[in-house]
């Protein structure tokens, strides 16, 4: 039997509930009344301690999740995703993401993936694509969201962007950092492509 960490015990709770009162989170996915536990290899990466610290994640009504995310990060498996591509050391060093269900996550389950993605102010994630759908929906900070054959929007607590399989997009903090809950749905197995043109960062 897989013995849960405490921190993630309560994230879940905290997802659980976050799911079940924001019609936006509802609509992507049905959750399944259990999730099944796995073991996972805690990874900590530069990322983690400056989100833990960070004085600007502020937030209106997901103060209780913004904290376990935090909370959790101790015990996480951080992603290493773009470890040895284009987008380099510095990206890696302030770029932060781990997963609570899916692959790397203390849970598993059919069909959804859930992860917290963190960027602090003035960091550009440049475009990049998976067939993967998947939904931002924003915790604290603010953030800028560029997509395809869209106009850029900048996001706060309580918005949600949808990004369809392959649209290509990316995302830029200026002078606040931002935090958000990332729900895939599909195809779970393809890890994001970098689009972006050569000399874009
Ligand atoms: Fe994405």
Redesign the pocket.
Known sequence: MTQTDPAFQNLLAEFQALHAREPALAGFATLPDSLTPQPIKPVRIPPAALMESDPDLTTTAYAAIRDAFIAAGAVAQWRLTYQGSRLGADFMDRFGCYCLIGEGGPFTCDGLAAYVVYMPAGLYYPF???P?E?I?FILAGEAEFLMEGHPPRRLGPGDHVF?PSGRA?ATRTHDRPFMAL?L?RGDLETA?VLTYPEGEI
Request: glycine share 0%.
């Open positions: 990049h694509q998976h993967a998947e931002y990004h997009h990332v895939w994001p």
